[in-house]
């Protein structure tokens, strides 16, 4: 996610991710001790070295330096879940193409990864070839794209956008993902001040940044940042978390679900519904020839079968589904609006950070 990585498939952006060449070409050997500090910096991107050294009974030294290490070599990042709308990207759509014989798959995907509006990309089985991320401001960036790129694309046979009616849930947490207690229902969204926005923007750029350095690039005192921060996480309008690709972390079984509905119940519930199932990472509400596009990241084949057999069939409302199985995942890294507040940031952040 090239492993322009989003670690599955939760919304972060940032100028700064990593770029390799594939999520299928990139190869990671975690030891137990890496496991262990990914799956607690995915749970709480910020939680100090001290209580990490604690709870997996290493020296905070150790504990640092190896997370370091993970960073600086590009197979994590510590960044921001967020929903895109926050950041005015108002149109979001899947685009599902299929690609004419005898054109590689892999060429044609490739082509779309350095497009400003693509941030993720996955070879697919089943009726589409591949399907394409787009974030876009409007629908009149929409419509540019489906009118000048994609028609620029050779080998592309046909193209289906399904519009993102409701972005519903994101998990980036592979180990949460696999068993979920039951959540609140999602409440009222916070009102976010333009200083919110930047805060969210500088620590994308580097998730633990002291709050220090976040006031200084947004103009608040340490105090200050700590409380937004606080109240944006503890209101769910954004997650710091370890980014990583599912793969390298035993998870070699990614899946996109498309379902119809019926006409009884109504997609939000459903979605919701759906939120609540193991392996369920990301439910998207589409309009188009699907009601919903659900991503699950699964450990085995067998998780899949569990999901579709079982835990599907307790979901009333389900019309069909269809599993599409993803071969390669592709990520890409999204320029925010305003940007410039990130770039100060990141300096900072430079200048902060131990050589």
Request: glycine content about 6%; hydrophobic content about 45%.
């Amino acid at each position: 996610m090239f492993d322009r990585r989003r670690g599955s498939h939760s919304f972060t952006y940032g100028a700064e991710l990593p770029v390799a060449v594939s999520g299928a070409k990139l190869s990671r050997h975690f030891s137990t001790l890496d496991r262990q500090l990914i799956s607690i910096l995915q749970q709480d991107g910020r939680r100090t070295f001290a209580a990490i050294a604690r709870e997996v009974g290493v020296p905070e030294k150790t504990v640092r330096r190896r997370v370091k290490e993970l960073v600086d070599s590009g197979a994590i990042q510590i960044t921001t879940v967020a929903d895109p709308r926050l950041f005015g990207f108002h149109m979001i759509a899947m685009i599902a193409i299929t690609i004419d014989p005898g054109v590689p798959v892999t060429e044609v995907v490739g082509s779309f990864l350095d497009l400003e509006a693509v941030d993720y990309a996955v070879i697919t089985t089943g009726r589409y070839n591949a399907l394409i991320e787009v974030l876009c401001r409007d629908s009149e960036e929409l419509l540019t794209f489906v009118d000048s790129e994609l028609p620029a694309r050779p080998g592309i046979r046909s193209a289906e956008v399904l519009p993102y009616l409701d972005l519903h849930f994101q998990e980036p947490s592979w180990e949460a993902a696999q068993s979920k207690p039951r959540r609140a229902p999602r409440g009222p969204g916070l009102a976010l001040q333009p200083v919110d926005q930047q805060i969210m923007r500088v620590l994308h750029t580097d998730g633990r940044m002291p709050f220090a350095g976040v006031g200084q690039a947004v103009g608040l005192s340490e105090s200050q940042v700590r409380k937004r921060v606080s109240r944006l996480v503890d209101r769910q309008a954004m997650r710091i978390t370890a980014v990583v690709n599912p793969r390298h972390l035993g998870f070699d079984t990614v899946v996109w679900v498309a379902i119809k509905t019926t006409r009884e119940r109504r997609a939000s519930d459903v979605a919701e519904e759906l939120t609540h199932l193991p392996f369920i990472t990301y439910v998207a509400i589409t309009a188009g020839r699907f009601d919903i596009l659900a991503e699950a990241v699964c450990r085995t084949a067998e998780d899949v079968m569990r999901l579709v057999e079982h835990d599907f069939a307790q979901v009333e409302g389900l019309a069909d589904t269809e599993v599409m199985f993803c071969l390669d995942l592709y990520y890409e890294a999204i320029n925010l609006p305003g940007d410039s507040i990130a770039a100060a940031g990141a300096a900072i952040a430079e200048a902060h950070r131990p050589h």
